[in-house]
């Protein structure tokens, strides 16, 4: 091969334009570290360190002696379906039937599979930020155009009707957000999401892609709230939802969607050409999670709520983290700006990258920088672990930050 031709890349256009995920690369960086023999703690990876309650996983173990053996459906077995409608009709009071539910292999999938299937090349998706790193990647694989709209600290990191409005132009096709939010933690209220249904009802073919997968990690008064239920904008309202984050099934790749039945039959139709119908055992698992007892994911929930206060407290003892107190998921996300320009006599921190690799390589906590999530002043860090780890590991950053002059 000559040396031109290993000068350039075989890959396709799209896949080069793509960025790597930061949550995936800190991930691998910290396990190579592991591997290495360094005493790693990641608070990198957005995963529950819970196990999957038992009733689930006997649920699975039924399924297979069962004979749940072949190809799924695409859509999804028709008594999950049906469990899924259930559900958002109980939890969540939106009216869907089992025709406007697609089951995909994890949301992050049914995300992917929504844009997709509305979005045109050169369309815009208006995303909420800061937002989980993926968001806009997926829309650059449909070959549209992302537009940001930052939530500032000094607003617990949401967007405001007046900043939605401004960012809407005729060629928007999806507004799209999570609530509760990774990466940060914020919650939209009730009346947050009703004024911004507000701008959107003005625009009628402007679509909602909401992602509700942090649902269940609410720690709010009020709780949790669709803006699908908001009656104006129902049907152009698509719900994102599934078992990993709030069932600690990360690993069985469920996710599923409630829409308008035209879009759950193009995201079926997309579907049976790409993936076909997903896991049929994670499927009788998750109908089991759906119908089953709610105490283990309360309790769960309950233990992030606690580590919550312990982590924000720990963080607000650190000279120049800005923290805000996050209302659900698991995640505490500090303004770490203060740190930028500052330099240990080697290395010099000039963003939030920077600190990220300086606290993975100088003592060993992987951490995710804000640049992916539209927040490039802060770093992720993940308080899905146990009290030991998170205390040792904000010493360590502790620590780490003492010595940045």
């Not at 790597?20 to 592991?34: I, Q, V």
């Not at 829309?139 to 900043?163: H, I, M, R, Y």
């Not at 720990?314 to 983290?321: A, N, P």
Request: net charge negative.
């Amino acid at each position: 091969m000559s040396a031109f031709v290993e000068s350039v890349s075989l890959l396709a256009d799209r896949i080069n334009a793509l960025e790597e995920s930061s949550t995936l690369g800190m991930t691998k960086k910290a396990r190579e570290l592991a591997a290495q023999g360094h005493k790693v703690i990641s608070l990198s990876v957005g995963e529950p360190d819970f196990k999957t309650p038992k009733h689930i996983c006997d649920a699975a173990k039924d399924a297979i002696d069962a004979g749940f053996h072949g190809y799924s459906p695409v859509a999804g077995y028709a008594d999950l379906r049906q469990a899924i409608a259930d559900k958002f009709k109980r939890e969540n009071n939106l009216d869907w039937k089992p025709e406007n539910i697609v089951v995909s292999t994890g949301a992050k999938h049914s995300l992917a599979n929504v844009i997709q299937v509305l979005v045109n090349p050169g369309e815009e998706v208006v995303i909420l930020a800061p937002y989980w790193v993926s968001y806009s990647e997926m829309v650059k694989l449909a070959e549209g155009k992302t537009v940001v709209v930052e939530g500032s600290f000094e607003n617990d990191f949401k967007v405001t009707p007046a900043q939605l409005e401004a960012a809407i132009t005729g060629r928007t096709r999806i507004v799209m957000f999570a609530s509760p939010n990774n990466p940060t933690g914020s919650v939209y209220s009730e009346a947050e999401l009703r004024a911004l249904a507000a701008i959107i009802e003005q625009h009628e073919d402007i679509f909602v892609l909401a992602d509700e997968i942090y649902e269940h990690i609410n720690f709010t008064d009020e709780g949790h709230f669709s803006i699908g239920t908001i009656a104006a904008i129902k049907d152009r309202v698509i719900t994102v939802n599934g078992v990993a984050k709030g069932f600690a099934m990360t690993g069985w790749r469920i996710g599923y969607i409630g829409a308008a039945k035209w879009i759950a039959d193009g995201v079926e139709k997309l579907q049976g050409q790409v993936t076909s119908g997903t896991n049929s055992i994670a499927q009788r698992a998750t109908l089991a999670a759906l119908n089953g007892p709610m105490e283990p994911t309360q309790e769960m929930s309950k233990a992030y709520a606690r580590r919550r206060d312990l982590v924000v407290g720990l963080l607000k003892t650190i000279e120049g983290f800005k923290v805000n107190v996050p209302q659900g998921a698991f995640y505490a996300f500090p303004d770490v700006s203060h740190y930028f320009g500052k330099t240990d006599g080697t290395t010099t921190i000039n963003n939030c990258d920077d600190l990220a690799s300086y606290l993975l390589s100088e003592v060993y906590v992987a951490t995710v920088s804000g640049s992916g999530f539209g927040a490039p002043n802060c770093l992720r860090i993940s308080t899905a672990a146990s009290d030991k780890n998170l205390i040792e590991a904000i010493e360590r950053i502790k620590t780490a930050v003492q010595k940045l002059k």
